[in-house]
């Protein structure tokens, strides 16, 4: 076995190990205290309202293939959609999600109907509720943006794979005088959501959706994992500069 | 504390060849790699299917606003023709065809291309926008490497300012934004892996069944 797969595997196996440890250690005394997130923060707040004032609460999970990569950050849309759709199940405008992939659009579906049966409103459930907008990135926006301002939407919520593109999302959310918030995967992105959106998700940010919205244990344990293996990763780069300077590598 | 698993026969599938893909993607051993081609074409024929569910999706939403008479319903009607169009043209004279290829160059292109051209002013107004709305350090620092950047690659000011293009703009890219950038990549990698495994242990569970 080569040392790419031995320490590929070893990776996998301790953050696998490390999940159930710490999904076990936080149902028997859950303490772990979160980070203040400003985005997550206006988020909770955001559903409360738009509850409140029936409007409407969008999803944009992106336009990444679920056979790829990019996958990941619609999946962790996916799961803040579930805990979003359980919060707002009761509302008289139930969430709206956009995809430009048409297996993220059947899974959104799923996840709606998931969540309304769980929280016993499966009546609510509609299945245009779940959309797929368009299937290149500026079809995509261009679908997206009638719902932006149309739809009553009160908070648009961005995490899925984006380009550049989803600066024009943003700004139709800010002309719409809706909360835009959102995080994605590719650096681009990433750049344009920080200048463009109200609250944006830096990095790893957007994979905490769902601990941040109580989705259970193994989300917790999932991020302090993450935080191990960043302090591993830290040592493991500082060692290695270290070593570079002082000529050992 | 009462456990209801929702969903054990999708659950179970979706782990088993969650874990054959991620075991043949790891493991070099020839029947697990053969299994995980196989899967992933499947996946890849599957998600041929969904598209054409999500196209069916597509139509019953705009079809709903049609009799709905909800705002912006001409655009629907528009988008339906058009869809109904565009199929008929390529399932007729093929993707390659003439007629195909003038629908691409002469309708889609032109309008991602102004769609670009929004998006460059959209761009610059909200970097504006960025001043009023979130004035600190890290904005200030952002706006003043945007511009910096930006400068640099001007043919006028790049040529007065040699120092700019020769040095700033390759010492930018190559200490501070990589730097940057891979501390970004290295948390999107780690939470692809935490969501990759919840999905895995079935914890996350985005379908039914």
């Known amino acids: 076995m080569s040392l790419t ?22 149902r028997r005394r859950s303490g772990y205290q979160l980070r203040r997130i400003p985005a997550f923060a206006r988020l909770s707040r955001a559903i409360g309202l738009s509850v409140e004032d029936g409007s409407r609460l969008h999803l944009s999970i992106g336009r990444g293939s679920l056979t790829g990569p990019e996958s990941a950050a619609a999946l962790a849309g996916l799961s803040m959609l579930e805990r979003i759709a359980r919060r707002i199940g009761v509302s008289d405008r139930p969430p709206v999600v956009t995809s430009g992939d048409g297996a993220l659009s059947i899974l959104s579906r799923n996840t709606l109907e998931s969540a309304y049966k769980a929280i016993e409103e499966g009546a609510q459930y509609d299945p245009n509720a779940g959309r797929l907008s368009g299937i290149t990135p500026f079809s995509y926006v261009a679908g997206t943006l009638p719902l932006i301002f149309d739809e009553q939407v009160s908070t648009n919520v961005i995490a899925g794979h984006f380009g550049g593109e989803v600066a024009l999302l943003t700004d139709a959310g800010e002309r719409s005088g809706s909360l835009t918030l959102g995080g994605t995967d590719s650096l681009p992105g990433q750049a ?8 944006p998700l830096i990095g790893e940010e957007l994979y905490a959706g769902g601990a941040y919205l109580r989705a259970g244990g193994m989300h917790i344990a999932s991020l302090r994992v993450q935080d ?7 040592l493991v780069i500082l060692l290695g500069s270290i070593a570079k300077l002082a000529g050992v590598l | ?7 054990p026969f999708s659950t179970a599938i979706a782990i088993a060849v969650g874990l054959i893909v991620l075991l043949g993607y790891i493991m070099p051993i020839s029947m697990l790699i053969g299994l995980r081609l196989f899967l992933l074409q499947w996946a890849v024929i599957l ?19 049609i009799h709905t008479r909800q705002k912006g319903s001409l655009y629907s009607v528009i988008l339906i023709f058009a869809l109904i169009g565009t199929v008929l043209v390529i399932g007729g004279f093929g993707p390659t065809g003439y007629w195909s290829m003038w629908i691409f160059n002469y309708i889609q292109l032109p309008i991602e291309a102004s769609l670009m051209a929004i998006l460059a002013v959209a761009l610059a107004y909200a970097s504006a926008r960025l001043i009023r709305r979130r004035l600190n350090v890290l904005t200030i620092i952002f706006l003043i490497t945007v511009v910096l950047v930006f400068l640099s690659v001007t043919p006028v000011l790049g040529d007065m300012f040699p120092f700019l ?8 890219a190559a200490v ?21 495994l919840r999905i895995l242990m079935g914890t996350d569970r985005p379908y039914s069944g």
């Open chain 2, 47 to 65: 998600a041929g299917v969904a598209l054409i569910i999500g196209v069916a999706n597509l139509i019953g939403v705009h079809w709903h606003k």
């Open chain 1, 5 to 26: 797969v031995t320490l590929s595997l070893g990776f996998i196996l301790f953050f696998f190990i490390g999940m159930i440890v710490f999904s076990v250690l936080e």
């Open chain 2, 165 to 172: 293009g020769d040095f700033l703009h390759p010492w930018i």
């Open chain 1, 192 to 199: 344009v959501l920080y200048a463009t959106a109200q609250e």
């Open chain 2, 176 to 196: 501070p934004a990589t730097a940057g950038a891979r501390g970004i990549l290295l948390g999107v990698a780690l939470g692809t892996v935490a969501t990759g």
């Open chain 1, 228 to 234: 191990i293996f960043r302090w591993i990763l830290v």
């Open chain 2, 1 to 7: 504390m009462r456990f209801k698993f929702r969903a």
